[in-house]
């Protein structure tokens, strides 16, 4: 038997991720229609300051001639001393000598100490910029494609409207199903099911996700999902779609029917006697948002 008609939806949800990065869009990377994958940049926001702050922390932490001249002072101090401490065996130097002397170098120390330090603090400062920068970069949670760009170059972004970019993930699809609950004992995580997509009655084997362990008391049935692998976009997020539960395997034929992009459906068409009553999904998406932080 078939279930209830079900939709076939996008398997993630809305994402509108907000920032406190304000800025112009100076770069936008994509259009419309185009396929991303996951990391790809979208577009940035206006880099120009942090660049420029980036190539002066840079230097700053390069920069090694407070170091090498506190460590010459150390090693000059040092030798100092211990010459000292040769003549006062000798009989050639002062206690007082000695003593002003190990304060000295151990003073000579810390001021060395304080410039690895500060050259430590100057690296973390040029880390922080980059990831200031690394957060203008809108980049794409998921793979799948853009269906909508928002901002065009030389717009502003505020933290009240962050969106850039709107992409769907059409791979893989997610049917929910009511299943009346006498089957539910035919019904396992991780199996393999028969689904009919379409008017076409195209015929597809899905994964089952998930089944609910409770009955809805009003209608008697249960929640069923089913994952539809869909890594050539056979299938698009709203088609309606059917649950082969049981005792129905849908016979299937090979059509060549000319699809919207003009090249032939080559997949398997179910036989026509299997009922198919129709059902419209909704589209879930995810939006791309700019600075995301952690």
Do not use: W
Request: glycine share 4%; aromatic share 2%.
């Amino acid at each position: 038997m078939c279930s209830n008609p079900s939709r076939c939806e996008s398997s993630v949800n809305t994402s509108n991720i907000p920032s406190d990065v304000e800025a112009i869009v100076s770069h936008v990377m994509v259009k419309e229609g185009d396929r991303v994958t996951q990391s790809q940049i979208l577009g940035q926001l206006d880099q120009t300051l942090l660049q420029a702050s980036l190539s002066i922390a840079e230097r700053n932490r390069t920069a090694m001639g407070r170091l090498n001249s506190a460590a010459a002072d150390s090693r000059l101090r040092k030798e100092r001393s211990d010459k000292l401490k040769i003549l006062f065996e000798r009989k050639h130097a002062s206690q007082e000598e000695i003593d002003r002397s190990l304060v000295e170098s151990e003073v000579s120390l810390a001021q060395l100490l304080a410039v690895q330090e500060e050259l430590q603090i100057r690296s973390l400062e040029y880390d922080r910029i980059q990831i200031q920068i690394e957060q203008r970069n809108v980049r794409s949670p998921i793979d799948g494609v853009v269906t909508r760009v928002h901002r065009d170059v030389g717009e502003f972004v505020s933290a009240n409207e962050p969106v850039v970019a709107t992409v769907v993930q059409l791979d893989p699809l997610i049917a929910t199903y009511s299943v009346p609950s006498v089957f539910q004992k035919e019904l396992k995580v991780d199996a393999a099911t028969q689904m009919v997509i379409g008017d076409t009655r195209v015929a597809a084997q899905g994964t089952i996700e998930y089944v609910s362990p409770t009955i809805d008391a009003q209608s008697g049935t249960i929640q069923v999902k089913v994952r539809l692998p869909n890594p050539d976009n056979l299938y698009r997020s709203g088609e309606k779609c059917m649950l082969v539960v049981k005792g129905e395997t849908p016979k299937t034929e090979t059509v060549n029917q000319p699809r919207p992009n003009g090249a032939p459906d080559n997949r398997p068409k179910v036989n026509p006697a299997t009922p198919a009553p129709p059902a419209r999904p909704a589209v879930k998406t995810s939006q791309s948002p700019i600075g995301i932080t952690q």
